[in-house]
Nanobody, 122 residues
Framework: QVQLVESGGGLVQAGGSLRLSCAAS????????MGWFRQPPGKEREFVACINWSGGDTYYVDSVKGRFTISRDRAKNTMYLQMNSLKPEDTAVYYC???????????????WGQGTQVTVSS
């Protein structure tokens, strides 16, 4: 099983930027589609973005399109989420996940990270 560790969260003012990283424990990470999810305070976890094994195909939830960019570096076994123009409603715990089957918000997952907190102040 691939172990995933997120980092890069923090406190930022509205309009600012953060880059999240998700490091995988094994090279087999490169064979999995990967995704970012988030859980706002008091709400259910929701899909943010995903990327296929090669990095050539991506998919975003409408609310982050044009502001967030998902990418991966297979040589470093790491996935990223560049978040620009952050809004207070982006405040959440952000999780990375490795897909077992499926794509986008509805799928089976092979592994989840422990989460990293992102707080956007107004």
């Amino acid at each position: 099983q691939v172990q995933l560790v997120e980092s890069g969260g923090g406190l930022v003012q509205a309009g600012g930027s953060l880059r999240l990283s998700c490091a995988a424990s094994r090279r087999s990470f490169s064979a999995y589609p990967m995704g970012w999810f988030r859980q706002p305070p008091g709400k259910e976890r929701e899909f943010v973005a995903c990327i296929n094994w090669s990095g050539g195909d991506t998919y975003y939830v409408d609310s982050v399109k044009g502001r967030f960019t998902i990418s991966r570096d297979r040589a470093k076994n790491t996935m990223y989420l560049q978040m620009n123009s952050l809004k207070p409603e982006d405040t959440a715990v952000y999780y990375c996940a490795a897909y077992k089957t499926g794509w986008g918000p509805s799928a089976d997952f092979a592994s989840w990270g422990q989460g990293t907190q992102v707080t956007v102040s107004s």
